[in-house]
């Protein structure tokens, strides 16, 4: 007997999409072992448009660089968000006219879009080119959503919170459409290594250890000056950089040859990493946010992009799960504020514990599987 197929769709702009596709499918998997067929597709690059799809990832790198760019942008289009949907629809109806060839060839039972330009083309799929599959919408923002997602036309949304519902429906989408179910993390980090463990396993020494991490692009915070800042501290603490695909930079870190510094390009173990250190030093991307919280570590935050970014930071804040860094000096007072105050880390992680990410990812696996059913 055939197994329903669930086709993940997403694009890979910022670590938040495709983190989340895998969260969900992994979700899936753990809690439907083997019932389901799962693909995640970088979906305009699968379907043949490399050059629009770089061109919007560049733009995207540009943007995380010039922060101020991605704000400036989203008021705009929530500004008008009817013409935001015109100028979309029109730009990708090209690809909805392949997605729509693509998935009616082997239509699979569900398809999950998790970002807006897709929402929007993936609609237009089934509203005017006979994609016949149902296409839900997972919004990928935990606190918010902007003009982008609002495609009143679509079929089901799935939301992390209510501010993201109201969003929505301010923003042009029936309520009837949109179901808060939670946000989803990828099954590593709901079950990580002690920091023992991790610390073994990586090689790092049995000391303070903050984990300054850069997201996949190693862009949105000044590294040089924190790692500097950090390794003048008079308590020296161990100081690990993931740089992600910023190779220029991570040769810059590692030219320091401090004995307290280690250097990481990409890595696929960001969980042991989260579990290995005290601190989590860095911009408020929601996926990395949401799996530093998992793990169960307090983030400074040195940096934002988007307005989403904003609110997640006052959500970390508001909760006492993080802290806004300013200025060096911020940043030197808080990491000697935990050093000196052990318990605050311990404090730190009771209240993760009651965010309860493991059980939104379980509800939302639930979820999927109705939808698809």
Same mark, same amino acid.
């Given at each position: 007997?055939?197994?329903?197929?669930?086709?993940?769709?997403?694009?890979?702009?910022?670590?938040?999409?495709?983190?989340?596709?895998?969260?969900?499918?992994?979700?899936?998997?753990?809690?439907?072992?083997?019932?389901?067929?799962?693909?995640?597709?970088?979906?305009?690059?699968?379907?043949?448009?490399?050059?629009?799809?770089?061109?919007?990832?560049?733009?995207?790198?540009?943007?995380?660089?010039?922060?101020?760019?991605?704000?400036?942008?989203?008021?705009?289009?929530?500004?008008?968000?009817?013409?935001?949907?015109?100028?979309?629809?029109?730009?990708?109806?090209?690809?909805?006219?392949?997605?729509?060839?693509?998935?009616?060839?082997?239509?699979?039972?569900?398809?999950?879009?998790?970002?807006?330009?897709?929402?929007?083309?993936?609609?237009?799929?089934?509203?005017?080119?006979?994609?016949?599959?149902?296409?839900?919408?997972?919004?990928?923002?935990?606190?918010?959503? &902007?003009?982008?997602?609002?495609?009143?036309?679509?079929?089901?949304?799935?939301?992390?919170?209510?501010?993201?519902?109201?969003?929505?429906?301010?923003?042009?989408?029936?309520?009837?459409?949109?179901?808060?179910?939670?946000?989803?993390?990828?099954?590593?980090?709901?079950?990580?290594?002690?920091?023992?463990?991790?610390?073994?396993?990586?090689?790092?020494?049995?000391?303070?250890?903050?984990?300054?991490?850069?997201?996949?692009?190693?862009?949105?915070?000044?590294?040089?000056?924190?790692?500097?800042?950090?390794?003048?501290?008079?308590?020296?603490?161990?100081?690990?950089?993931?740089?992600?695909?910023?190779?220029?930079?991570?040769?810059?870190?590692?030219?320091?040859?401090?004995?307290?510094?280690?250097?990481?390009?990409?890595?696929?173990?960001?969980?042991?990493?989260?579990?290995?250190?005290?601190?989590?030093?860095?911009?408020?991307?929601?996926?990395?946010?949401?799996?530093?919280?998992?793990?169960?570590?307090?983030?400074?935050?040195?940096?934002?992009?988007?307005?989403?970014?904003?609110?997640?930071?006052?959500?970390?804040?508001?909760?006492?799960?993080?802290?806004?860094?300013?200025?060096?000096? &911020?940043?030197?007072?808080?990491?000697?504020?935990?050093?000196?105050?052990?318990?605050?880390?311990?404090?730190?992680?009771?209240?993760?514990?009651?965010?309860?990410?493991?059980?939104?990812?379980?509800?939302?696996?639930?979820?999927?599987?109705?939808?698809?059913?």
């Amino acid at each position: 007997m055939t197994r329903p197929h669930i086709a993940f769709a997403t694009i890979a702009a910022g670590g938040g999409h495709v983190a989340t596709a895998r969260a969900m499918a992994q979700a899936i998997a753990a809690a439907y072992p083997d019932q389901f067929d799962l693909t995640i597709s970088d979906l305009m690059q699968d379907l043949g448009f490399t050059a629009e799809d770089a061109r919007h990832k560049a733009q995207w790198r540009w943007m995380l660089a010039h922060p101020w760019t991605a704000r400036s942008g989203q008021r705009l289009i929530d500004a008008f968000p009817a013409v935001t949907r015109r100028v979309l629809r029109r730009s990708l109806d090209e690809v909805a006219k392949a997605a729509a060839q693509h998935f009616q060839a082997q239509p699979p039972a569900l398809i999950v879009a998790n970002h807006g330009f897709l929402t929007v083309a993936l609609t237009r799929s089934r509203r005017r080119y006979g994609l016949s599959t149902p296409v839900l919408t997972f919004a990928t923002e935990p606190l918010d959503a &902007s003009a982008l997602w609002a495609e009143p036309e679509a079929d089901q949304f799935a939301v992390p919170s209510r501010p993201v519902l109201n969003d929505l429906v301010r923003l042009g989408v029936s309520a009837d459409k949109i179901d808060v179910v939670g946000y989803p993390v990828q099954q590593a980090f709901l079950r990580p290594l002690s920091q023992a463990e991790a610390r073994a396993c990586l090689g790092l020494p049995e000391r303070f250890t903050c984990l300054v991490s850069l997201g996949g692009e190693g862009v949105g915070a000044n590294a040089v000056a924190v790692v500097r800042t950090l390794l003048a501290l008079p308590q020296t603490p161990q100081v690990v950089v993931i740089a992600g695909r910023n190779e220029a930079l991570a040769g810059t870190l590692r030219a320091f040859a401090s004995s307290q510094l280690a250097v990481r390009g990409f890595v696929d173990n960001m969980a042991d990493y989260l579990a290995a250190c005290d601190l989590v030093i860095g911009k408020a991307g929601p996926a990395s946010v949401m799996e530093a919280l998992a793990v169960g570590r307090p983030l400074l935050v040195t940096g934002y992009a988007g307005l989403n970014e904003v609110k997640l930071l006052r959500f970390l804040v508001t909760r006492g799960l993080g802290h806004e860094v300013r200025d060096l000096a &911020s940043l030197s007072a808080l990491v000697r504020g935990y050093q000196a105050s052990p318990h605050r880390l311990e404090a730190v992680a009771a209240s993760c514990r009651q965010l309860e990410l493991a059980g939104m990812t379980a509800r939302l696996a639930s979820y999927l599987q109705q939808a698809a059913t």
